[in-house]
């Protein structure tokens, strides 16, 4: 799968949307990607990345979030980061896309 095809697959999910990617520099690529295909999106990016054990791993939330949104989104993200981090929630796989979790979180 070409990263176009990756991105296109995390675009398909709609409403609210959490992404972990294996590496920041792709997450990166992916929000560049995004703003490309939606530039009426405004707003600030909420990312945590692994910085205590350097595993390359980053959650982000997929579309920009207002200012005031941002702490909560940030938290989201932290969460899904050490739910990972933990084993309770699957690794991404470079070069795929899968759904690592859906139901029951009401952001």
């Not at 795929?96 to 009401?106: A, D, R």
């Amino acid at each position: 799968m070409t990263e176009e095809e990756q991105f296109a697959a995390c675009d398909a999910y709609e409403g609210n949307t959490m992404i972990a990617f294996s590496s920041k520099d792709l997450a990166m690529r992916y929000v560049l990607h995004r703003k490309r295909q939606m530039p009426e999106l405004h707003g600030l990016i909420a990312c945590r990345e692994d910085t205590r054990t350097n595993t390359g791993l980053c959650v982000i939330w997929r579309d920009p979030v207002k200012a005031e949104e941002l702490p909560e989104r940030m938290a989201n993200c932290l969460w899904l980061l050490e739910e990972i981090l933990a084993g309770r929630k699957a690794w991404p796989v470079p070069g795929k896309v899968e759904e690592l979790w859906s139901g029951g979180f009401k952001p």
